[in-house]
RNA sequence: GUCCCGUUCGUCUAGUGGUCUUAGGACUCAGGAUUUUCAUUCCUGCAACAGGGGUUCGACUCCCCUAGGGGACGCCA
């Protein structure tokens, strides 16, 4: 039990879930149930001019949409207190008092002002832009006096000026920091609220987190994290710094550039598992060539060790193939399911189960994404204008002789089935002499509103005697 | 600017000193096969070890330097 590795995923919620927390999310969650251990889901939720409403929600029921079942959160306790670290405000209290006991940490009285002032001037000398630790060595009777008047502070961390901090971190190994180029970080903000690195330390501390796994930002945060972990006698966690993911530009992935928001994605058909796939790989590879991953797959095979160093372009032309093949070859009822909302809204009927799967079948071959497979399904429901090329085939004489050669067969065939169809194919060259293209693009054209397409016993059989009949006949009336 | 981290095909990557590699796979792209068409599928092809020094009998693999890249430098996370 006391061996038990414990990971968490600590958002913000400040709107969507990034792609890029989903891969963090995806990683730790995977080490979790690789190692049979907690994956834990806290709300780093203490800066709240940047609170959204309903961002929880929306970030709880993307995980859930993609499947990372957290087992403790937000709404499955773990007897480790709130998992919303806005309600833990009296926990962090306890500890920047020690802090302050240790003299590891002062008041610092400085106003927005002020800082700005003297980053202005850092600039213009050309110095390091830091906290340059005027309020360190206010004496005990100048803070009371401060404190007296209510002149609003912020707690700020006593980094050591001098020497290194060498920690490993599990992508990186070894990495030396010196302690002069570390700021004193602020730990309580004048609103009372803890910022990131005390809120984080303490709650990872106290939630028995043993490895922490987050995006390569915060790796220049180590230091300040270590020093609070020192300062208040604990045992750091292990650290893994995840490389991040880029832009096509090699910037750090941004809304600017193309979707970001995992439910935009979900939003646009793409399936968890592609997503998934897609994302495990996306700084993360086994050994040998395999590329395609289950989930399953993903937390047999996973390790922390195989993360990669350097950051990855989020390519969705890759992403959209792979998506394509878990259309193609996931079960039919399970893509089903998921085409559902994007017939509805498309406005197509799918009361008929099982003309609808036959369709959601054929579709399914020809997207990248659920949201193009109504496009492919169009036609079995209605067709659209024609364009004067596909008129003039339409128009030509043999069409139009193909066309009543049909119509009379069909009429008088009791059911249609692929057998009668191949035979009138035939039938078709024999009779009429018509054959290639000159015989399946008008029919095609009649059936389907197009050239192109899916084949003619698929087109028949979805649509059915009657609606065959309906298409052909209005075929003659178009000239 | 300062500090830190990285650098294998356009992109995701395999590769941990020699044999499998004339650097492999996947996406994209091009060509071909299958398909009456399109899509799928299959086959073939194009395409990379950033540069320079070392170390070594031998470096994509180890070390150093340079270049270009990214991240951090907030009372944001």
Redesign the pocket.
């Known amino acids: 039990m006391n061996n038990e590795i414990r990971v968490r995923f600590?958002?913000?919620p400040?709107g969507y879930l990034h792609v890029g927390s989903l891969r963090t999310a995806l990683y730790n969650y995977l080490y979790a149930r690789k190692t049979g251990g907690k994956f834990i889901l806290r709300i780093?939720d203490?800066?709240r001019?940047?609170y959204v409403e309903g961002a929880v929600e929306n970030l709880i029921e993307t995980l859930q949409a993609v499947g990372l079942e957290y087992d403790e959160g937000p709404d499955k306790d773990g007897n480790f207190g709130h998992y919303f670290q806005s309600k833990r405000t009296n926990i962090y209290k306890k500890y920047f008092r020690e802090l302050l006991e240790k003299d590891a940490a002062y008041y610092c009285f400085?106003?927005?002002d002020d800082?700005k002032k003297m980053?202005e001037e850092q600039i213009a000398k050309?110095m390091?832009?830091?906290?340059d630790g005027r309020c360190r060595n206010l004496s005990k009777e100048q803070v009371q006096e401060n404190l007296a008047q209510g002149k609003?502070f912020?707690i700020r961390a006593k980094i050591p000026d001098e020497g290194e901090v060498v920690f490993f971190d599990i992508v990186?190994?070894?990495?030396?920091?010196?302690w002069e180029?570390v700021?004193d970080?602020?730990l309580i903000?004048?609103?009372g609220?803890?910022?990131?690195?005390l809120?984080?330390v303490v709650d990872d501390h106290l939630m028995g987190i043993t490895h922490v796994i987050r995006g390569?930002?915060?790796?220049?945060?180590v230091p300040k994290h270590l020093f609070l972990y020192q300062a208040l006698g604990w045992k750091p966690p292990k650290m893994c710094h995840l490389?991040?993911l880029?832009n096509?530009?090699?910037?750090?992935l941004s809304k600017r550039q193309g979707d970001v928001a995992v439910e935009d994605f979900l939003k646009k058909g793409y399936l968890p598992e592609a997503l998934l796939n897609f994302i495990a790989?996306?700084?993360?590879?086994a050994?040998?060539?395999d590329?395609l991953y289950s989930l399953d797959k993903l937390e047999n095979e996973f390790s922390l060790k195989?993360i990669?160093?350097?950051?990855?372009?989020f390519?969705v032309?890759?992403l959209?193939?792979?998506n394509?093949?878990y259309l193609?070859n996931l079960e039919l009822g399970y893509i089903a399911i998921k085409a559902k909302s994007f017939f509805v809204e498309a406005g197509l009927d799918i009361s008929d189960n099982e003309k609808y799967l036959k369709i959601v079948d054929v579709a399914r071959?020809?997207i990248s994404t659920l949201s193009e497979i109504t496009e492919a399904a169009k036609p079995f429901y209605t067709i659209s204008t024609y364009s004067d090329e596909d008129r003039q085939i339409i128009e030509n004489e043999n069409s139009q002789k193909l066309f009543s050669f049909w119509l009379e067969n069909l009429k008088a065939l009791d059911s249609i089935t692929e057998e009668n169809i191949n035979q009138l194919l035939k039938q078709s060259t024999d009779k009429l002499g018509i054959k290639?293209?000159d015989?399946?693009?008008p029919l095609?054209l009649a059936l389907f509103g197009s050239?192109?397409?899916?084949?003619?016993?698929v087109i028949f059989d979805i649509l059915g005697k009657e609606e065959t009949i309906k298409r052909l006949s209005k075929m003659l009336d178009l000239k």
């Open positions: 600590a958002p913000s400040t780093e203490t800066d001019s940047r400085c106003t927005e800082l980053r050309k390091d832009v830091r906290y609003p912020v990186r190994e070894r990495i030396s920091i010196k180029t700021d970080q602020v903000k004048s609103d609220y803890p910022t990131y690195h809120a984080n390569e930002e915060w790796l220049s945060s490389p991040l880029l096509p530009d090699k910037s750090k790989l996306l700084g993360w590879h050994k040998g060539d590329e195989r990669n160093k350097a950051g990855s372009v390519d032309e890759k959209n193939w792979m394509g093949h193609r071959n020809r290639g293209k015989l399946y693009f095609r050239v192109h397409g899916q084949e003619l016993p």
